[in-house]
């Protein structure tokens, strides 16, 4: 009848009321946590919505089981397996190098894009070098999707600045600058570069046809 129908209706909201105020009660500790938090929020122009979600997106848990450098081994270790050719991998080994030795005390989940692009500016490399190195960075993060040691490559998201293309003249090393190259080519970290600095420098070897060499 239409008066249980009216009596069912009132019974049903009224349930909902109650089971709402009663999953909306807090204790005292949790309303002042909330009143706190909402003020510091609100003071910056900002809602506990946005927190929340600022919150989730640059917090996201990492399932890292190993220090970076030692990350960093495991994927030159994997591209040497997949037979990449001995140059590039000695490439990488250099680029994402100088980049973990930067960041080796940083968990991965902290190492976002901001961080990489302020690294590539930092160092006067040209556009293309630019290019490159985050090209190798990526790679390696990509791995480590891969290997579960990250759940998101969110280094996908860097977007490089246009760097002002130079013309240079075409010029040569003196006595003095090959000598120097040289003693740094000698140094234990610089030294699978020495066969390159010796055919380039002494042979005439064009750096293209060294690096289609595999050296």
Excluded at 13 to 26: N, P, V
Aim: hydrophobic letters at 40%.
């Amino acid at each position: 009848s239409r008066v249980e129908a009216e009596a069912f209706l009132a019974a049903a909201k009224t349930k909902r009321r109650d089971e709402g105020m009663s999953a909306l009660s807090l204790g005292r500790a949790d309303e002042e946590e909330l009143r706190e938090c909402r003020e510091k929020v609100q003071a910056v122009g900002g809602t506990l919505r946005q927190a929340v979600a600022f919150f989730l997106e640059h917090h996201k848990p990492t399932a890292q089981t190993m220090p970076l450098p030692e990350l960093l081994a495991a994927f030159l270790a994997a591209k040497e397996r997949q037979g990449s050719r001995p140059l590039y991998v000695k490439m990488l080994r250099s680029t994402l190098g100088a980049f973990v030795s930067r960041h080796a005390g940083k968990p991965l989940n902290e190492i976002r894009p901001e961080v990489v692009k302020r690294y590539l500016e930092d160092n006067e490399w040209s556009g293309k070098t630019r290019k490159n190195v985050l090209g190798d960075i990526r790679a390696f993060w990509g791995w480590l999707v891969q290997e579960g040691q990250l759940a998101k490559n969110l280094l996908s998201q860097v977007r490089l600045d246009a760097v002002p293309r130079e013309r240079a003249e075409i010029g040569a090393f003196g006595a003095t600058e090959c000598a120097a190259l040289l003693r740094a080519g000698m140094q234990p970290e610089h030294r699978r570069l020495l066969g390159f600095l010796v055919l380039g420098l002494f042979a005439g070897v064009r750096p293209a046809e060294i690096n289609r060499s595999g050296l």
